[in-house]
Structures are given as C-alpha cells and as structure tokens.
C-alpha cells in the first residue's frame, strides 16, 4: 500500500534561513509520480511541482529545490532564504501508475513558520 | 489558470440538515475529487468522478454522496450531517482520465456542524 510520511509536524525558521522539509514515501510500483503542494492561510493547495519515478534529477525553481533519491525513497524539499510568505502547511503526496486514475495519497503536512 | 472554485468559504450547519458543497471548474477537466482536511490526518479522498454521471468511492466515503451532472460541476453531498463531517473539505481537477496528472484545487469549503 502507499504511503507517505511527513515526519516534521512543524518547523520554525528566522528569516532568510535555509530549510528542508523531508518527505518519504512507500510504494511497491516502479512507475509512480511525487507531488508536492503548498497551502497558505487562505486554505488553497498551491501545486509546485510533479516529479515521475524514472526522472531522479534534482530540480531548482528560484529559492526552491527538490531532491529526489529513489535508493531512500525520499523527495526532499529546500527552501533557500526563507522569507515570510513562504509560512504556510505544505504536503507532498504520491501517485502510482502511468495509467488509470490519480489516486494521491498525502503525507500529513509540515507547518513552516517563517518569522522576520 | 485552472480555477476551481468552491460555493463557499465557510459554512453553519446543524446536526441532522442535508448540505450540499457545489465545486465548478473552468479548464474542461474530466477527473473532480472531494477531499476532507483534518489535523493530523492530512487530505483524504472521499470521492472521485472521472466522467459525468460516473463516480467512484475514495478512501472515506461513509456518510457522503455525490453529484456529477455536467462536466464542470461535481456536487458533494452530506445527507444527514453530523458534528463528525466537520472539517475543511477541498475540491480537486485534472485533466485526461486514465492518465495521471496534476490535481488543481479549489480554496475550500470550511464546514462546521453544530
């Protein structure tokens, strides 16, 4: 069964601070996708990014960076130079299959506080 | 933009009333979700439709129902509410059934039943 573990219920950084949010997953398929979401205050679940279960390269979008190991079954994220705005609950969630439907399972979210 | 939008941000309801959260999306997506939202629990799917008409149980489907009568609009459904359904419930879309990709979501419907 899938499953995804977010072990950091909460993290609290001072502005400008790097920080990672760990994420690791359990699958028995070989084809699966990794998500991760942000959701700020207001509530909605803001996607940034989709990651497939072949495509192992770290991937960097300004301050934020995503490292995939497939050999730990992680899908870290990194936030470089923190700033307020990025408070917020984000999750990260896995799908299995190439096809059928898109079942995602999510992990139970990392609350990051970021204060000035 | 996908949007996805939600009838409403925050409702009232008292035990026992029937109530319906209405989800409407604009990008002619063919897969809707319901999701619940719960402290610690994470998101949990309660409900999926990937065609009109066409409905699937999630993961907790007890005490709900739903709706998809066209393709933009995927209803949910509580019969008979009870103080254990409230929660943030939030509504998803994707694109192409029967492949996976990324769910987009609604804002969310905070339901508190008294």
């Known amino acids: 069964a899938q499953k995804v573990t977010q072990a950091q219920t909460e993290i609290s950084v001072v502005e400008k601070e790097d920080v990672t949010l760990d994420c690791v997953y359990e699958?028995?398929?070989?084809?699966?996708?990794l998500f991760w979401y942000k959701q700020p205050p207001s509530g909605e679940l803001v996607f940034l990014i989709r990651?497939?279960?072949?495509?192992?390269q770290n991937e960097i979008s300004g301050r934020y960076s995503w490292n995939f190991q497939k050999s730990t079954s992680s899908f870290n994220f990194t936030i470089t130079a923190s700033q307020v705005v990025d408070s917020a609950v984000y999750f990260c969630?896995?799908?299995?299959?190439?096809?059928?439907?898109?079942?995602?399972?999510f992990g139970t979210g990392t609350r990051l506080l970021v204060s000035p | 933009d996908v949007k996805v939008t939600q009838s409403s941000r925050y409702l009232v309801k008292r035990t026992g009333e029937k109530v319906f959260l209405e989800c409407v999306q604009d990008?002619?997506?063919?897969?809707m979700f319901w999701y619940r939202q719960d402290p610690g629990l994470g998101l949990r799917l309660i409900y999926f439709?990937?065609?009109?008409?066409?409905?699937e149980k999630g993961d907790i489907p007890e005490g709900y129902s739903v709706s998809r009568e066209k393709k933009e609009r995927f209803s949910l459904i509580l019969e008979s509410a009870s103080t254990n359904q409230t929660s943030m419930y939030l509504c998803?879309?994707?694109?192409?059934?029967?492949?996976?990709?990324?769910?987009?979501f609604g804002p969310g419907t905070r339901l508190t039943v008294l």
């Open positions: 969630a896995l799908s299995e299959g190439d096809t059928g439907f898109q079942k995602l399972v």
């Open positions: 699958t028995r398929d070989t084809t699966y996708y």
């Open positions: 990651r497939n279960s072949f495509d192992e």
């Open positions: 439709s990937y065609d009109v008409k066409m409905k």
């Open positions: 990008m002619d997506h063919e897969n």
């Open positions: 998803a879309s994707s694109l192409a059934g029967g492949q996976i990709d990324t769910q987009y």
